[in-house]
């Protein structure tokens, strides 16, 4: 019989060394410059990518309620319209989807894309700190819509409530009209149902119509002004008692972020509240403005 051995191997413990690590390379593996400065740019390419998308959406938005509103007065064929077309290669050169195009220019007419007609609704909401709102709605869908916005809101610690009452419901239209001095226009719009003109920062001519009057203003000034361009119309919540201040730099964010997805939100027409600008930057009352149909 044949054995087979095998060499052995000592069990004991091997001394070993140890090496001594300074402070100061812990601390250099603790914290890096480099990380932190790539977080730094991220941060930054986050903040001005989030800057541009909310100028992209309200630039997206403006164009939708000139689309409808040339619709609505003119006609949907861009051929035979040409203040629609106009404004249809505007929005294709700034990168407006055509579907959405579609959805505003069927919207003048009273329809959705597919044609089918279109509810009004409005939607009352209170904010921190009391500051009301009211959104107008045009949908084909009422429940989903109603279901979606209340999501939305109460996502945002608003509270779905009557606030109606602290506004006037007016229409008001703003047009250009290089052609003529302020006062003839002033004649012109008193003539054509106007109930008060006056002239805004942009020297643009802005009229005011009681609702039911509107449109048949709209109509008459197109006679009598035939040069003048008609910038927007709408029929607004103008509110009656004193605004409420934004003061607090917090409860505004949450309210301009709230703004900024009704705005986003393809059936909501128009967005209005009785806020002004208290003790908070320029800047956050600026995203709180521009995303308001005031």
């Not at 914290?31 to 977080?39: A, E, P, V």
């Not at 294709?92 to 597919?114: C, E, F």
Request: hydrophobic share 40%; charged share 25%.
């Amino acid at each position: 019989m044949s054995y087979l051995f095998f060499p052995t191997r000592s069990l004991a413990l091997r001394p070993t060394t140890s090496t001594a690590i300074c402070a100061q390379c812990c601390r250099s593996f603790s914290t890096n410059s480099i990380l932190f400065s790539g977080h730094n740019r991220w941060s930054k390419i986050k903040h001005e990518k989030g800057a541009a998308d909310a100028k992209k959406n309200i630039q997206r938005s403006t164009f939708a309620k000139h689309l409808t509103l040339y619709s609505k007065l003119y006609g949907s064929d861009p051929n035979l319209n040409p203040q629609l077309a106009t404004v249809i290669a505007a929005a294709k050169k700034a990168g407006m989807p055509k579907a959405s195009i579609d959805v505003a220019v069927a919207r003048g007419q009273g329809k959705s894309s597919t044609g089918a007609g279109l509810e009004s609704v409005t939607l009352e909401v209170m904010m921190s700190p009391s500051v009301a709102m009211v959104i107008d709605v045009e949908t084909e869908n009422k429940p989903r819509a109603l279901q979606e916005l209340r999501t939305m809101i109460k996502k945002h610690k608003g509270i779905v409530t009557p606030t109606a009452f602290l506004f006037t419901r007016l229409g008001r239209i703003i047009l250009r009209d290089d052609g003529h001095e302020f006062d003839e226009v002033l004649m012109q719009a008193l003539e054509a149902g106007a109930e008060d003109v006056e002239q805004d920062e942009n020297d643009d001519i802005v009229i005011w119509t009681q609702p039911n009057t509107m449109h048949q203003a709209i109509q008459n000034l197109g006679k009598a002004l035939p040069s003048a361009e008609i910038l927007s119309s709408d029929i607004m919540w103008s509110p009656t008692a004193d605004k409420t201040k934004l003061d607090d730099a917090v409860a505004a964010t949450a309210i301009s972020k709230l703004l900024t997805e009704l705005q986003e939100y393809a059936d909501v027409q128009g967005v209005y509240a009785n806020a002004e600008r208290g003790a908070i930057s320029e800047d956050v009352w600026k995203e709180v403005e521009d995303n308001l149909d005031t």
